[in-house]
């Protein structure tokens, strides 16, 4: 199966600031990574698909970029309601697989 | 809207069975693969199972495999996990997802708030 590598494990940064996480993957998967944020008791939520694709009314201070084994997702100007924890996906093959996620915390 | 709401989950012994369910309603159920995902206390994300849109395909991580059955009802806009020989290591919170499309390996737009599996003696 393919694994899903994130880093780092933990960020902490000051509202305000951005951030850039990373995730790496086994092998290709070309585009077909999605990233997720999930809050504190709540279910996942989808925001980029296709590797850079916002999903729905997605604020523009998320970014997703990569393709082929490395990807990242860069959120600029940090709100208090971003810090979360984020995991990226693979839907290259089966089965679908996670990273552990990074966990985005307030310094 | 999109709503998805589990139910099922419970307390339920080593070599127990449980069936989850997933009501589904805001889109049109039968256009879309589904697929559920676990999520174990303090733990990352795990995908359990996927159906495609018209149950016709169907995958299962190997943890759950010969274990677990997923369907769906299109009739009944409902999901569902049959749990057989439940494990300690089957505890979770079990979230089901619509996929973005009907075939599957699709990323997941759409989660229910997810139903709490816990296996114990």
């Known amino acids: 199966e393919i694994v899903m590598t994130q880093s780092p494990g933990t960020l902490s940064v000051s509202p305000g600031e951005g951030a850039t996480l990373s995730c790496r993957t086994s092998?290709?998967?070309?585009?077909?990574v999605a990233w997720y944020q999930q809050r504190p008791g709540q279910a996942p939520r989808l925001l980029i698909q296709t590797a850079s694709v916002r999903a729905g009314d997605l604020a523009d201070r998320f970014t997703g970029s990569g393709s082929g084994t490395e990807f990242a997702l860069t959120i600029s100007s940090l709100q208090s309601e971003d810090f979360a924890i984020y995991y990226c996906q693979q839907y290259q093959e089966w089965p679908y697989t996670f990273g552990r996620g990074t966990k985005l915390e307030i310094k | 809207e999109v709503h998805l709401l589990e139910s099922g989950g419970a307390l339920v012994q080593p070599g127990g069975s449980l069936r989850l369910s997933c009501a589904a309603s805001g889109f049109t159920f039968s256009n879309h693969a589904m697929t559920w995902v676990r999520q174990a206390p303090g733990k990352g994300l795990e995908w359990v199972a996927d159906i495609s849109a018209t149950g016709y395909s169907i995958y299962y991580a190997d943890s759950v495999k010969g274990r677990f059955t997923i369907s769906r009802d299109n009739s009944k806009n409902t999901l569902y996990l049959q749990m057989n020989s439940l494990r300690a290591e089957d505890t979770a919170v079990y979230y089901c997802a619509k996929e973005v499309g009907g075939v599957s390996l699709e990323p997941f737009d759409f989660w229910g708030q997810g139903t709490l599996v816990t296996v114990s003696s």
């Open positions: 092998e290709s998967v070309g585009t077909n």
